[in-house]
């Protein structure tokens, strides 16, 4: 797959990440010490359609990203990301959001709220799946891993402030989300401490920024505070209440698949 985007007037050069950057993530251990280094997916930062929108985007403290996750395995285990936590806005205890898009293909979405009294621990733990034109969005306190689970290629994607760089280090130090997707179904990370039942809900329509699923959402950048929430969520708390509605009621039965050579 090339490494490049045309996005309006400017072609931009991907972030490549590779399998083996996940090392520390992937379930299927026994395939990954087999495995040839590759390329997974593709991230092509800080997009504007023009100069113009693109210094007005950074006027407002944002960014634009799509990602590109050709459709593959990681043995027995769907491509994903390598997942990442949002840091705090600085002087407050709310961490920052992300808002995502589908803009093609179907992404399943792994969200995850870290208990306060041990970093092993997981207050909640939702999985949202979303096809072209959906929106996701991510809560302050929530970690995120994205997951193609399909036969296709995913691209996706995201609004987020610009101000700050990603947690990589707590989800790879527990060896990654608390549940793994695999052909099989989800199975638990035993490095996790009692981990929730899962929660599987459906993305939100955010009305209240004007957004709904199958309208571009790259054009709420260029519109004065649609976006405030990704910059000071902390002025914005009633806004994250109620976004996601539950699809299931139960829980769906999870894996038994051996842990293909998984180490704790």
Known sequence: MTATLK???KISIAEVRKLSALKDVVFDLAWFEKAKDRELYYMFRDLAKNESELELIKAR???????RIPAGRLGIEYVKTLGHYHPKVPGTSVSYPELYQVLKGSATYLLQ??????????????????????????PPGYGHVTVNASKE??????WVCRDFA?????????????????????????????PPPIRFLKPGTLAKVGL????DMY??????????????PQDYLS????VFEPVFSKQPPLSSSKRAGRRN
């Open 239 to 242: 806004f994250f209440e109620g």
């Open 113 to 138: 709220k870290r208990a306060q009294s041990r970093e092993d621990g997981i207050e909640d733990f939702v999985v949202v799946e979303a096809k072209a034109g959906d929106c996701v969005l991510i």
């Open 212 to 215: 709904v699923s199958g309208k």
């Open 166 to 194: 990603s947690l990589y280090a707590p989800i790879g130090k527990l060896r990654g989300a608390a549940y793994y997707l695999l052909e099989t179904g989800f199975v638990k990370n035993p490095t996790y401490k009692k």
């Open 7 to 9: 996005f309006g007037d």
């Open 61 to 67: 403290g944002l960014r634009y990203d799509i990602t």
């Open 219 to 232: 054009e709420l950048g260029k519109k004065k505070e649609k976006l405030g929430f990704l910059t000071a």
């Open 153 to 158: 290629e995913l691209t996706m994607a995201n």
